[in-house]
């Protein structure tokens, strides 16, 4: 049974994440892979879920896309209502809707592509995905896309961080099922897959396309460094976009963007 343990950070979700410098540039590193699959001028219908707070969803609306997002977190997804956008010609429509209802909710309808963006789907165990792939088959139009960035299996910067501080448990966090903390007593199983194995999980889908996505960009939790070390973000910027398109680094980097096209 999938739960929402994010109603629990919801409200300091953007403080935390979105609009910190770290959460900026690795969304940025997404939205610049994204763009190659919107750049034909023809609006596509998409299906965001684990939507989180909207950031994605009203960017992919301010290009003329029709977007319908949706999470398991009703707080999530009332800290995206919140944030609609007058000037906006097409607001996304928002919806509660967890994984395992995706099927039922949009029985019949079919969608350009499906977008999960920041480790939504790391908080499914396999047998899961396993069902989603099924579920994505049919929600997607003919050569519809499945995108995802979901979090490196082997991250180096993470390791070092814990190896150094001392902590080799954490250091292996992503080897096995981590139970993240949210606090107020909510803990989220995280699972990680490697590209490989991700590929094999959706096996009714091509993999097109894989990139690191934080590769030099730290895992978020190193904030307050690149916060007393102002000078460490441009290098940083710079690294990840040399670093940003080498395929094989993928599984090191904090996140991997993985595009799919419907066999
Ligand atoms: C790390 S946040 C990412 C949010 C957003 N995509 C972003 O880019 O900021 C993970 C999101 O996955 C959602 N989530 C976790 N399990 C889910 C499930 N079973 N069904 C739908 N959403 C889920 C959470 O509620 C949370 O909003």
Redesign the pocket.
Known sequence: M??????AI?QT?DTD??FSKI?RMQ?KR?WRNLMPYLKDNKPKSIL??????G??AYWLSKQGNQVIA????AN?IACAENKKQPELKQQPDFMV????DLANQFKGKTFDVIF?????LN??DEAGLKKLNHDFVSLLKPNGQLIM?LLGKHCWMEQLYFWAKGLPDKAKRRQSVDMVELGKGHT?PTYCYSVHETAQLFSSFQLTTYKPVGIAIPPSYLEPIIKKFPFLTPIVQLAEYCLGNISFLSDYADHTFLAFRKK
């Open positions: 999938q739960q929402a343990h994010f109603n919801a979700y994440f979105s959460g969304r997404v965001e879920i684990n939507c989180g707070t950031v994605d949706t999470d398991i977190s999530m809707c967890g994984f395992d999960s963006n920041f480790a939504g908080c499914v960035v989220q």
